[in-house]
């Protein structure tokens, strides 16, 4: 199974703004790439399909659905010890005191929703995900769509030769991942993975 842009509708969307957002800018969603030509400092501050809680990252609980982007790869602008920095997060969460975050395991394996701890010897960060154990090359040379199928049986996703290299043997256990970051963060729930969707 598989998500694409064409396949989304105003039903995809929680929040009734989103929807209103979405279809004022459906045809947008049909660009394929951006190019960056300029960086420049501004005060806007945009949000991208979710909703956003002051004082939090990006997340809300909305009829106790959990909704947010816990974005994974990017700069920014952070203070420490009175400094400025341009933190990096390649793979890492944002962990501030209080905020939400998402740290999925693999296509067959758990997720998990937590609370930052804070820590400011992690720059306030945490792992995005479990982490790869064996590089994509190992994984397709190691394992077929026999193997994927049977490590994701009762999981809705591709089991497909495209993403073998995604299959659940190829990654650390994140039982293990989540508690050795204990100091970072605090898990609020352990999902069960139900579907996958991996473009």
């Known amino acids: 199974m598989g998500i694409s842009r064409a ?4 039903e995809f969307f929680l929040h009734e703004e989103h929807r209103i957002r979405w279809a004022a800018h459906r045809d ?5 790439g951006w190019t960056v030509r300029a960086v420049r400092r501004t005060g806007a501050v945009e ?8 004082g939090t990252h990006a997340f809300t609980l909305a009829d106790n659905i959990l909704t947010g982007n816990c974005h994974h790869n990017y700069v920014a602008e952070e203070s420490y010890d009175g400094m400025d920095l341009l933190v990096t997060r390649k793979g890492a969460i944002r962990a501030g005191e209080g905020e ?20 400011t010897a992690s720059f306030r960060s ?5 982490g790869r154990r064996m590089s994509r090359a190992a994984a397709k040379r190691r394992f077929t769509e026999a193997d994927l199928a049977e490590q994701t049986r009762g999981v809705e996703c591709r089991k497909d030769a ?5 299959i659940p043997a190829a ?8 508690d050795r970051q204990r100091d970072l963060v605090e898990v609020v729930a352990r999902l069960r993975q139900v579907v996958c969707v991996k473009g």
Do not use: W
Not at 28 to 32: H, P, Q
Not at 100 to 119: H, K
């Open 171 to 178: 990654y650390k256990p994140i039982e293990q991942v989540i």
């Open 28 to 32: 947008a969603v049909e660009r394929r």
């Open 162 to 166: 495209g993403v073998v290299d995604e």
């Open 7 to 10: 396949d989304l509708t105003a």
């Open 100 to 119: 939400l975050g998402i740290i999925p395991g693999s296509m067959g394996t758990a997720s998990y929703i937590v609370r930052g701890l804070g820590s």
């Open 126 to 130: 945490a792992s995005h995900g479990a």
């Open 47 to 54: 949000e991208v399909f979710c909703a956003v809680v002051d």
